[in-house]
Each structure stands twice: as C-alpha cells, then as structure tokens.
C-alpha cells in the first residue's frame, strides 16, 4: 500500500463539507492491513463507547458502582502474525484505547467477566471453589449462513449474496422477537459478523448472569426439543407456541413468498426430491413426483415452477382426504427446515466463550462488523457495508471540521456509531444506572432499619 494514503496527510488541502459519498480523488485502494487498522484505530473505531458499554454504569462516580468491574473484563486481541493474547485486561478507557492503538490486532474479541482479574488470573490459580471463574457474561448467539449450505443454492461455505442473505434476516427476526417477548430481554444488540452472518449480544443484567445450565436451556429453546438430528424438531401434538408464531409471523410468509423462487427449491429433480424425502406417505410423494416429471416435458405455464410446486404439495397434504395430523405438520416440517434459524449452539450455551466485537474490521472482507437494527433488518445489505478502504477514503475527504467533531461522524461509519449509542447504548446505561442507585439507597434503607434496632 502506498504509505502516505492512510496517514490522512492531506486534511490541509481539503475543503470542510465535501460530500464523502465520491471519493474518487481520495480514494484508498483495497485491501486490509496495519497501516490500514491503525488509521481506522487511531481516528474512527469507538473505543469509548465499547468502555462505556462493558463497563455497565461501573464508570461513574456513585459510591455504588463497582470500579473493578471493567477490570474483570477478559479481552482477547489477535495479533497480524496470528499470535493470540487472551486474557488482557484494563482498567480505563484510555488503557484499552493505547492497548489496541499499539497493538493493532486484526481481531478483538470479548470474553466474560471473571471473578478477578483475567491478567492475574495465575495468581488465583489454585484449584477449588475459589479458583478463577466467570462470573458474568452477555447471552450470545452466532448464526453463520454456511450452517445453511444446504438449502441455499445460490453460493455456498463463506460467499453470500442478496438471494440467500435474507435467510439471516429470518434469523434476527425470529430470535429477536423471541428474546424480547418470551424472555423479556430488552437490551439486544445485532451485529454483522463482517462477511457470513450475525452475532446476537442480550446485555440485560439477568442474561449476563445465567449460569451455563441456564443458556443451555435457552438454546434448547431454541431448537424447539432437545434431541433431534432435525435442524429444528416439531414432534409432539401442537406447535409449541413460540414456534407457531415464528411460523405464522415470519418462516411461512418468507419461505413462501421469497426463499420459493430465489432458491429456485422445485426446480429440478434433485431439489424436489429432497423436499418429497420429508413426506412419509409413498402414494402422496409418488403422485407429485409423477405431475412433476410429467409438466418438466410439458411445461408452457409462465408462473413460478416453485410456486406452482410447492401450492400443489400443500393442496395434497391439507386436503381433507388426509386425516393425520401428522401428513398436515408435513407442511410446517418443510419450512422450518428450510427457514428456521440454524444456531451455533456452542457460542450461547458457555460462559467463556469469546465473540467478536462490534466495530472490528473482519480481514478477508475488509468490511466493519457494524450494528443491525432488528426493527428494520430486511433493509441490511451486506454488500454495501462500509469497507476499511472506503472508510479511510472518506476520512480523507472529509478534512478538518471546525467543530473538532468526532471524526467517525465524517464517515459512513457514523450512521452505526449513532444508531449504536441511540437505540442501545444509552437505554442501557439508563437502566444500569437505575440499578445502581434502587440498589444502593435499598442497602441504605437496610443499614438504616439495623440501625434503628
Ligand atoms: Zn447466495
């Protein structure tokens, strides 16, 4: 890389307000390396608002808040030689801000809060109940697009598209919904991973203390029943009603009227049978195989195969012929096992494990991991996701601003940094501080009535 590029030298030149969308003559080619890193480190990635968010409302002055908390913090930094260095720890914003400007690691990942500090773990090490622990971590979930290879035909391993990536939209909405309204979690934070898929963070004070029992059991809520082979299991006489609605409210119309034909999932051979495997009746599936191979040599129709496919499929399996409950669930089975979030259990249901942090550049993309607003999720592109190159060349366009202003803000990045701090940062640290202080003046309160005896 041409080394005067990312060093922003050409601020000066620059007139305040040009318009960073056409960087052309400020361009910064392709690529992802130090030079790069240390710019967007240095100038754009939001140190700040990731202290404030770990430390939780820690970071004030209230004789309640707990000071060694963000200190407890585990924060694991991959090196651009692919050295690891877990268990770094740091006890202020600006320590972990010189800590990752110095190092300038390709990766940061961010793991639970241990009972003391992670960096003196070995001073802790002896074994027993009061051995080094993690004590608290945010609920996470990790779902990753190649888990759907195979029903996805459009790319496959880590490539994705505009036609298969709505299958992680279904995904946020689905676990999004769940987690607020069956949980009633409401400090969820969505993540772009930066190339193949999604990270869920629940940052409520209840979910970052689940012990692992307790995430396993919420995983396995998730999976609908604990032991099947299936993706997703609906054994049992009625859909459990989380399942039901994930049904009616988001799988069956996007299944139907999008993964259908973008899949193309009725138009051959091969991908009909695949789906014809999941009805258990031989003269049903011989039926449609027959009108299937037979309209393949006759086919003049201009609607949709899949379409057309799929609504003959349905009329066979919930006509009042078919009696079984079990032939009509058929129907359901198809979709969820096609549409039904695919989850990478492991990640939720352990403490310790660490997940990447939001705002890292993932290096085979160059792409930032920004945030994903759930609300409006459908309307996510990751093609369009801004690139460390991008970014620096807008960096470089946008001069000086008078106002000393942040200087992400003059970059497509800042529509993250805000959306980040409006809709998740601040109705967090909202209700921490609340915490902080019904906690403190109950305590009082406490002291007060011993007292008084
Ligand atoms: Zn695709």
Known sequence: MPRGESENGRDDMLIDGC????????????????NYLKVYYGKLFPHHDIFKWMSYGNDGKHPACDRSYFGQREFSFTLDNDIYLRFQSFNSASELENSINEKCP?????????????????????????????????????????????????CSGAD????????????????????????????VLWVYSG?????????????RRLNNEQRAAIADYF??????HKKVSLTGHALHPFLARSYTEVLKGFFEEKLLSSQNLFSNEERFEKILEMIPDESITSELRG??????????????INVVRWGQLKQMLQSGKQ???????????????????RLDMEVSKHMNHLLKAPFCIHPKTGRVCIPIDPNHCEEFDPT?????????????????????????DKTSLGKSVRYFRSSFLQPLLKSCKEKIESSYSAKLQESKNSLSW
């Not at 994705?160 to 409401?186: E, H, Q, S």
């Open 195 to 207: 190339r193949r898929g999604v990270h869920c963070w629940v940052c409520d004070e209840k979910a």
């Open 384 to 408: 369009t996701v801004p690139t460390l190159s991008k970014l620096l060349g807008e960096l470089n366009m946008g001069g000086v601003k008078a106002d000393g202003g942040d200087e992400w």
């Open 19 to 34: 318009e960073p969308e056409q960087p052309r003559g400020n361009s910064v080619p392709d690529g992802f390396n130090t």
């Open 160 to 187: 994705v598209c505009l036609d298969c990536w709505p299958l992680m939209t279904v995904a946020v909405k689905v676990i999004d919904t769940t987690l607020r309204d069956d949980f009633g979690f409401n400090h």
């Open 106 to 154: 390709v990766k940061i990942d961010i793991g639970p809060v241990y009972n003391v500090d992670p960096a003196k773990r070995h001073a802790y090490a002896q074994a027993g109940d009061n051995g080094f622990a993690p004590v608290e971590r945010e609920l996470i979930f990790d779902v990753d697009i190649t888990d759907y290879d195979d029903v996805r035909y459009c």
């Open 291 to 304: 009108k299937w191979q037979e309209s393949r040599r006759s086919s003049i129709s201009k609607e949709d």
């Open 323 to 341: 009696k079984g409950q079990g032939l009509r669930r058929c129907v359901e089975e198809i979709v969820f096992s096609y549409a039904y979030p």
């Open 223 to 228: 999976r609908g029943n604990e032991n099947s």
